[in-house]
T-cell receptor, first 111, second 115 residues
């Protein structure tokens, strides 16, 4: 399995951008990088995924390093509702889609 | 389109009893995954099923735990003779397929407490 390293916790102010880093130096060329988040007392929810190019959706942007050994999830304007644990998960070919969760980054947002 | 449904949301069992957790995937989804989150720990994959078949059960404890996803009806995670260490939140997720770009949609979880 590709190993990931994320900061245990980060703090942000409301309405400011947040950059959540992830190192995945053992990722292989076919592994997609997925991000999920888990709000308190809820099930995880999908945020975004990408392979090589930077990706944008209504929730966030994903910036992937050229060597693919790291990526950064960008929340453009953090809200209180974005307080959650964010997980960076490489999805490995031939693994049936199962998600291997690391410890994630707990994001707190201050008003 | 209703999301992934899990019931019950909370389940209390005494040691030695059986626990049955149900998961109804999103409409049109034939892939179901079960994950467990022990208190103060991360989410761990347990089992992956595709209609009537267990595809990957590498995360399931060897004893007392079983899972099924029948042709009709919800997926069931069954825990026999529960022990206190089984107390956890159990989440199921569903997807339309199992490719590298497919999204898993999670249910709200069942919180199992073993007394």
């Amino acid at each position: 399995d590709a190993k990931t390293t994320q900061p245990n916790s980060m703090e942000s102010n409301e309405e400011e951008p947040v950059h959540l880093p992830c190192n995945h130096s053992t990722i292989s060329g076919t592994d997609y990088i997925h991000w999920y988040r888990q709000l308190p007392s809820q099930g995880p929810e999908y945020v975004i995924h990408g392979l090589t190019s930077n990706v944008n959706n209504r929730m966030a942007s994903l910036a992937i390093a050229e060597d693919r050994k790291s990526s950064t999830l960008i929340l453009h304007r953090a809200t209180l509702r974005d307080a959650a644990v964010y997980y960076c998960i490489p999805l490995v070919y031939n693994q049936g889609g199962k998600l291997i969760f690391g410890q994630g980054t707990e994001l707190s947002v201050k008003p | 389109n209703a999301g992934v449904m899990q019931n019950p949301r909370h389940l209390v069992r005494r040691r030695g009893q059986e626990a049955r957790l149900r998961c109804s995937p999103m409409k049109g989804h034939s892939h179901v995954y079960w994950y467990r989150q022990l208190p103060e720990e991360g989410l761990k994959f347990m089992v992956y099923l595709q209609k009537e078949n267990i595809i990957d059960e590498s995360g399931m404890p060897k004893e007392r735990f079983s899972a099924e996803f029948p042709k009709e009806g919800p997926s069931i995670l069954r825990i026999q003779q529960v022990v206190r260490g089984d107390s956890a939140a159990y989440f199921c997720a569903s997807s339309s397929s199992a490719g590298l770009t497919d999204t898993q949609y999670f249910g709200p979880g069942t919180r199992l407490t073993v007394l």
